[in-house]
């Protein structure tokens, strides 16, 4: 019993000392996907929550239009998800105006952290599983772009 006992415990502390290693592990699905759902979930899994209608295919990419207007508190144009083989590989958001585009940037600065500014109208972040690429044109509006690394090679 001692002996499973301290087996356990080893196990345990390898566990722990990966997560601190690599963090990204624990916060992932947060942090990669849509709405709670994490990169490579099946279409037929979202189809109803994002009100899904299909936009345009090329080759094994499909692309939808979703019935989503707004990503947390913030007014959105536009939200398409992209599928890689049935899988969830992107989304695609655009705004409308200077004041929402501002505010998904804030969003996605509290979510991602600072990221890096290409220039004042240009920003990305990147995790280790997920690329964002935020751009904003002279009008004010945005352009949002994320993608899995893994699933869009």
């Avoid at 499973?4 to 196990?11: G, L, Q, Y």
């Avoid at 280790?128 to 935020?134: D, Y």
Wanted: glycine share 8%; charged share 20%.
């Amino acid at each position: 019993m001692l002996l499973r006992m301290v087996r356990h415990a080893k196990h345990l502390l390898a566990l722990v000392l990966c997560l601190r290693v690599i963090p990204e592990i624990a916060q992932g699905q947060v942090r990669d996907g849509i709405l709670g759902h994490p990169w490579g979930t099946p279409v037929a899994s979202v189809a109803q929550p994002l009100e899904l209608h299909t936009v345009r295919m090329e080759g094994d990419l499909v692309f939808y239009a979703t019935g989503l207007h707004e990503l947390g508190d913030t007014p959105i144009d536009c939200c398409e998800v992209e599928f890689v083989s049935g899988s969830l590989a992107g989304v695609i958001v655009t705004t409308r105006g200077a004041d929402n585009s501002r505010r998904l940037l804030s969003l996605l600065h509290n979510e991602y952290g600072e990221g890096t500014a290409r220039n004042a109208m240009a920003h990305t972040w990147m995790t280790p599983e997920t690329h964002v690429a935020f751009d904003l044109d002279n009008l004010g509006d945005a352009y949002v772009y994320w993608y899995s690394m893994r699933l869009q090679k």
